[in-house]
């Protein structure tokens, strides 16, 4: 079993920066790839940036340049910088693991408006 918690998330004005962070406890000893999902109001979920436990990186095409997903196994902690953001990354941002199974955190809000 494996408990995420982020925060980070805040309102912020088009063209700032945000850094979300996510610990992970329980069995993280476990833990393969880690990532960042978000979901806009009326929307499905879908997968922002992922990271293996090696360290190889993916993202959507909509972040690119602009998110960096990274991760520090020492502390069990996954972040997502967001730069450069535009008012279409207002959602909520969920951290995400497999640790043989799946598992998220409770979300956190990300608004992105002048």
């Known amino acids: 079993q494996v408990n995420l918690v982020e925060s980070g998330g805040d309102l912020v004005q088009p063209g700032g920066s945000l850094r979300l962070s996510c610990v992970a406890s329980?069995?993280?000893?476990?833990?393969?790839?880690m990532g960042w999902y978000r979901q806009a109001p009326g929307k499905l979920r879908w997968l922002v940036a992922q990271?293996?436990?090696?360290?190889?990186?993916n993202y959507a095409d909509s972040v690119k340049g602009r998110f960096t997903i990274s991760r520090d196994n020492a502390k069990n902690t996954v972040y997502l910088q967001m730069n450069s953001l535009k008012p279409e990354d207002t959602a909520i941002y969920f951290c995400?693991?497999?640790?043989?199974?799946?598992?998220w955190g409770q979300g956190t809000q990300v608004t992105v408006s002048s």
């Open positions: 329980g069995s993280t000893f476990v833990i393969n790839a």
């Open positions: 990271i293996s436990s090696v360290g190889s990186t």
């Open positions: 995400y693991c497999n640790a043989n199974a799946d598992y």
